[in-house]
């Protein structure tokens, strides 16, 4: 499978890991969104957002699917050239030294292997197994 092609962008603040990577969807999917506007949409605070809020994007026109996904599942919305949102424990990524809740989006599987972009590094895509990704 290759990889999808989503633009990487920095979080701009360290608790607007979801605006991150919805404005990195949203111009994936050609309608770019600032992440100001997303974390006001959101109602994101110092601490980050709750992931639920998510659901927040239909009024708004994107469709959204919010739940608990497999690999089989992922894979699927891959194959149809659809990025994931994923919401992960950073303490199970072997690149990150501290535990906290996160979002990152999930651009690509292969054989044991997860391409993810994380807003909250420079570097992207990360590569990383698909166990570590599924303890995350």
């Not at 969807?25 to 100001?36: E, S």
């Not at 891959?78 to 996160?102: E, G, N």
């Amino acid at each position: 499978m290759s990889w999808l092609n989503v633009p990487h962008l920095r979080q701009v603040n360290p608790s607007w890991c979801l605006p991150a990577c919805i404005a990195m969807v949203a111009t994936y999917w050609q309608r770019p969104l600032t992440q100001d506007a997303v974390a006001n949409w959101l109602s994101t605070s110092w601490i980050g957002t709750p992931s639920s809020r998510i659901q927040r994007l239909t009024e708004r026109g994107f469709d959204v699917v919010y739940r608990t996904g497999s690999v089989s599942e992922l894979e699927g919305w891959l194959a149809q050239r659809t990025p994931c949102i994923l919401f992960v424990r950073t303490s199970d990524l072997p690149y990150w030294k501290i535990d906290t809740p996160h979002a990152v989006i999930l651009a690509g599987v292969e054989a044991e292997s997860a391409q993810i972009i994380d807003p909250d590094f420079d570097t992207a895509p990360v590569t990383v197994s698909v166990d570590e990704l599924l303890l995350a």
